[in-house]
C-alpha cells in the first residue's frame, strides 16, 4: 500500500467519525431547543439531562454519581430537631469549635463547658450596672402595652357566660400546694384569680396537701368557686424526706445555712416543699391526665383582668413555660446546684440534653450580684419566680428533666442544701428548652411579696407601673434585665 492511499483510507475514517459525531451532537441540541427556555426553567434543565441520563446505562462510568431529583428534600431529622426541641442534634463539628469563645458554651460528649460573655459588653461597677439594669427595667415596664401579638388572640377570647359550659378546655388545671390552715389564705387567693381570669373560663382546680384535706377546709374552699376542685393527698414517697438522707450531715448542715439567716433552713417541710414541687408533683395520679398547670399560692394578687385563654397561648404557640417575675436567689441556698448539674452534663452521653438556644447567659451573667456567682460556683442564682407559673408538663416529665432531676435528687442536697423549686425549674428550662419557649407574661400584674410584675395595660389596677419592690433597697434583687438582655431578641415581638 502506498503512502498516499494510507492517507486516503485514514482521511475518509476520520471524516466518518467527524459526521456522525456531529449528527449525535445536532440531535442532542435539537432534543433541548424544543424544550422550555432555559432561563426560567432550570428545574426543567436538570430534569432535562435526568430523563437522557436515565435512558442509558452509564453504570461502567465507576465515578458518576446519580443526577438528584430537583425537588426540595425536607432536611434530616436531626436538623428539625435542633430548631426549638431539647438536645444538641444539629450542631456541626465547626459549630462546637468555636461557641466557646464567641458564645459562652461548649457542648461536647463529656466535655461540655459554659462561661459569661457579656453579649453587650456592660461595663461599670456593679451598681452602676444596676442602675443600668433599673433604667432598662423600668423603661420596658412602664411602656403601654397590650396583648401578645405573637398568637391570634382573637380566636382564643372567653366564651360569652351562656356558652361556658360547653366551653372546650385546653388541658390543663390550676394547682396549689396548700395546708389546712391556709384555706382562707388561699381562699381569697382563688377569689381575686378568679376574678381576674377563671371566672371566664372554669378551669378545673387540683388542691394537693401532704396530709388529707379536712371537711372543713373542702366546703370552704367550694364557695370560692364554680369551677370543679378536686383534693389530692401526696402519697408518702412523693413527699417525705428519702431515706438515703444523713440525719447528721443534714443537722449540720442545716445549722449551717441557719447561722448564715437563710430562710427555713432547718424546716424539713420547707425542704420536702421544694423538692416535690422540684421532681415529683407532676408525677402525682391526679395530675398524669392534664398537659398544663398554673401554680398558684396563697397570700398573692393579680392586677390584670386577663381576657383571653393562657393555657391556649401557651398550647397555640408551644411554649413550654410562663413567668412574671424574674430575680436573684440566696445564694448560699443553691450552692452547688451549678457543679452538680455540670457534673450531670459531662457524664455519659447526658451532654445530648442540652438545647443550644437555651438560656445560659441569663444562668451565668454576673454584672449585677457577682458576689451571687462567687458563692453559687458560677451560677447568677437568676431564676424565675414559681409561685407563679404556667407550665407544659410535658418538659418537666421529659427524659432530659427527669435523668438530670433524678440526679440532684441522688446527692441529697434538697436536705444538705436549700435547692428551691424555683432555680431548680428555672435551670432545667435553660439549658433544655429553647429560650424562645419562656415566656415572660409580661401583660400580667402580679404580686408576691415583696416583689410585683405590674405592666402599664388599660386592663391593669391597683399597682405601680414599673415598681418592682415594696421595698426600693431590694430592687438589686431583680434580675429581669438580663432576661431581656440576653433572652428576648426583639421586645417589641410579642408586646
Ligand atoms: N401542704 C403543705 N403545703 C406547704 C407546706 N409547706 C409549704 N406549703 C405550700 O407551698 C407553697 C410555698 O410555700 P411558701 O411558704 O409560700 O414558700 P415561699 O413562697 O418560698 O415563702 P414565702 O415567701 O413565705 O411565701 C405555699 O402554697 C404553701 O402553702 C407543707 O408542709 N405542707
Ligand atoms: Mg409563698
Same mark, same amino acid.
Given at each position: 500500500?502506498?503512502?498516499?492511499?494510507?492517507?486516503?483510507?485514514r $482521511?475518509?475514517r476520520?471524516?466518518?467519525?467527524?459526521?456522525? =459525531?456531529?449528527?449525535?451532537l445536532?440531535?442532542?441540541v435539537?432534543?433541548?431547543?424544543?424544550?422550555?427556555?432555559?432561563?426560567?426553567?432550570?428545574s426543567?434543565?436538570?430534569?432535562?439531562?435526568?430523563?437522557?441520563?436515565?435512558? $442509558?446505562?452509564?453504570? !461502567?462510568?465507576?465515578?458518576?454519581?446519580?443526577?438528584?431529583?430537583?425537588t426540595?428534600?425536607?432536611?434530616?431529622?436531626?436538623?428539625?430537631e435542633?430548631?426549638?426541641?431539647?438536645?444538641?442534634?444539629?450542631?456541626?463539628?465547626?459549630?462546637?469549635?468555636?461557641t466557646y469563645?464567641?458564645?459562652?458554651?461548649?457542648i461536647?460528649?463529656q466535655? #461540655?463547658?459554659?462561661?459569661?460573655i457579656?453579649?453587650?459588653?456592660?461595663?461599670?461597677?456593679?451598681?452602676?450596672?444596676q442602675?443600668?439594669?433599673?433604667?432598662?427595667?423600668?423603661k420596658?415596664?412602664?411602656?403601654?402595652i397590650?396583648?401578645?401579638?405573637?398568637?391570634?388572640?382573637?380566636?382564643?377570647?372567653?366564651?360569652?357566660?351562656?356558652?361556658?359550659?360547653?366551653?372546650?378546655?385546653?388541658?390543663?388545671?390550676i394547682?396549689?400546694?396548700?395546708?389546712?390552715?391556709e $384555706?382562707?389564705?388561699?381562699g381569697?387567693?382563688?377569689?381575686?384569680?378568679?376574678?381576674?381570669?377563671?371566672?371566664?373560663?372554669?378551669?378545673?382546680?387540683t388542691?394537693?396537701n401532704?396530709?388529707? $384535706? &379536712?371537711?372543713?377546709?373542702?366546703?370552704r374552699?367550694q364557695?370560692f368557686?364554680k369551677s370543679? #376542685?378536686?383534693?389530692?393527698?401526696?402519697?408518702?414517697?412523693?413527699?417525705?424526706?428519702?431515706?438515703?438522707?444523713?440525719?447528721?450531715?443534714?443537722?449540720?448542715?442545716?445549722?449551717?445555712?441557719?447561722e448564715?439567716?437563710?430562710?427555713?433552713?432547718?424546716?424539713?417541710s420547707?425542704h420536702n416543699?421544694?423538692?416535690? !414541687?422540684? %421532681?415529683?408533683?407532676?408525677?402525682?395520679?391526679?395530675?398524669q391526665?392534664?398537659?398544663?398547670?398554673w401554680?398558684?399560692?396563697?397570700?398573692?394578687?393579680?392586677y390584670t383582668?386577663?381576657n383571653y385563654?393562657?393555657f391556649?397561648?401557651?398550647?397555640?404557640?408551644?411554649?413550654?413555660? =410562663?413567668f412574671?417575675?424574674?430575680?436573684?436567689?440566696?445564694?448560699e441556698?443553691?450552692?452547688?446546684?451549678?457543679?452538680?448539674?455540670?457534673?450531670?452534663?459531662?457524664?455519659g452521653?447526658n451532654?445530648?440534653?442540652?438545647n443550644?438556644?437555651g438560656?445560659?447567659?441569663?444562668?451565668l451573667s454576673?454584672?449585677?450580684?457577682?458576689?451571687?456567682?462567687q458563692?453559687?460556683? =458560677? !451560677? &447568677?442564682?437568676?431564676h424565675?419566680?414559681?409561685n407563679?407559673?404556667?407550665?407544659?408538663?410535658?418538659?418537666?416529665?421529659?427524659?432530659?428533666?427527669?435523668?438530670w432531676?433524678?440526679?440532684?435528687?441522688?446527692?441529697?442536697?434538697f436536705y444538705?442544701?436549700?435547692?428551691?423549686?424555683?432555680?431548680v425549674?428555672?435551670?432545667g428550662?435553660?439549658?433544655?428548652?429553647?429560650k424562645?419557649? #419562656?415566656h415572660?407574661?409580661?401583660d400580667? %400584674?402580679?404580686?408576691?411579696?415583696?416583689?410585683?410584675?405590674?405592666?402599664?395595660?388599660?386592663h391593669?389596677r391597683?399597682?405601680?407601673?414599673?415598681?418592682?419592690?415594696?421595698?426600693d433597697h431590694?430592687n438589686?434583687?431583680?434580675?429581669m434585665? &438580663?432576661w431581656?438582655?440576653?433572652s428576648i431578641?426583639?421586645?417589641?415581638?410579642?408586646?
Amino acid at each position: 500500500m502506498t503512502m498516499r492511499n494510507v492517507f486516503n483510507r485514514r $482521511f475518509r475514517r476520520i471524516t466518518v467519525i467527524i459526521i456522525s =459525531g456531529t449528527i449525535f451532537l445536532f440531535i442532542i441540541v435539537i432534543l433541548f431547543a424544543s424544550r422550555k427556555p432555559l432561563s426560567s426553567q432550570d428545574s426543567d434543565l436538570t430534569m432535562g439531562f435526568k430523563s437522557f441520563a436515565d435512558n $442509558f446505562d452509564f453504570s !461502567y462510568l465507576k465515578n458518576l454519581k446519580p443526577i438528584s431529583d430537583s425537588t426540595p428534600q425536607p432536611p434530616p431529622q436531626s436538623l428539625l430537631e435542633s430548631e426549638s426541641g431539647t438536645g444538641t442534634k444539629g450542631i456541626t463539628e465547626e459549630e462546637e469549635e468555636d461557641t466557646y469563645e464567641t458564645k459562652g458554651y461548649q457542648i461536647k460528649r463529656q466535655d #461540655v463547658k459554659f462561661k459569661y460573655i457579656n453579649p453587650n459588653g456592660k461595663k461599670g461597677t456593679k451598681q452602676e450596672v444596676q442602675a443600668q439594669h433599673d433604667e432598662l427595667y423600668n423603661k420596658v415596664l412602664t411602656k403601654e402595652i397590650h396583648e401578645p401579638k405573637d398568637f391570634n388572640i382573637e380566636s382564643i377570647r372567653p366564651p360569652s357566660p351562656d356558652m361556658l359550659s360547653k366551653y372546650k378546655h385546653a388541658n390543663a388545671t390550676i394547682v396549689a400546694l396548700v395546708r389546712n390552715h391556709e $384555706f382562707g389564705a388561699i381562699g381569697r387567693t382563688i377569689r381575686k384569680f378568679e376574678k381576674s381570669f377563671n371566672e371566664k373560663f372554669n378551669y378545673p382546680y387540683t388542691l394537693i396537701n401532704d396530709v388529707p $384535706f &379536712s371537711d372543713k377546709f373542702k366546703d370552704r374552699i367550694q364557695a370560692f368557686t364554680k369551677s370543679p #376542685v378536686e383534693f389530692v393527698t401526696i402519697p408518702e414517697e412523693l413527699w417525705s424526706k428519702p431515706d438515703s438522707i444523713d440525719v447528721e450531715k443534714q443537722t449540720t448542715e442545716m445549722n449551717i445555712m441557719a447561722e448564715h439567716n437563710v430562710a427555713y433552713a432547718k424546716m424539713e417541710s420547707y425542704h420536702n416543699m421544694c423538692r416535690f !414541687y422540684s %421532681g415529683n408533683m407532676f408525677n402525682l395520679p391526679e395530675l398524669q391526665k392534664y398537659k398544663y398547670y398554673w401554680r398558684i399560692e396563697p397570700h398573692v394578687e393579680f392586677y390584670t383582668s386577663i381576657n383571653y385563654d393562657i393555657f391556649k397561648y401557651l398550647e397555640g404557640t408551644k411554649k413550654v413555660y =410562663g413567668f412574671t417575675i424574674s430575680l436573684y436567689d440566696i445564694s448560699e441556698t443553691v450552692k452547688t446546684l451549678w457543679t452538680e448539674t455540670l457534673k450531670f452534663l459531662n457524664t455519659g452521653d447526658n451532654y445530648k440534653y442540652i438545647n443550644k438556644n437555651g438560656a445560659f447567659q441569663w444562668l451565668l451573667s454576673d454584672t449585677q450580684l457577682p458576689e451571687n456567682n462567687q458563692i453559687a460556683g =458560677g !451560677y &447568677s442564682t437568676c431564676h424565675f419566680w414559681s409561685n407563679f407559673e404556667i407550665v407544659d408538663m410535658d418538659f418537666l416529665r421529659s427524659e432530659a428533666y427527669t435523668a438530670w432531676f433524678n440526679h440532684l435528687d441522688s446527692t441529697g442536697k434538697f436536705y444538705y442544701e436549700r435547692w428551691g423549686d424555683a432555680p431548680v425549674h428555672s435551670m432545667g428550662l435553660a439549658l433544655f428548652a429553647d429560650k424562645s419557649k #419562656v415566656h415572660w407574661f409580661r401583660d400580667v %400584674g402580679y404580686f408576691h411579696d415583696p416583689y410585683y410584675n405590674c405592666p402599664k395595660t388599660s386592663h391593669t389596677r391597683g399597682c405601680e407601673p414599673g415598681q418592682f419592690s415594696k421595698w426600693d433597697h431590694l430592687n438589686d434583687q431583680n434580675c429581669m434585665a &438580663s432576661w431581656i438582655d440576653y433572652s428576648i431578641d426583639d421586645l417589641d415581638a410579642i408586646y
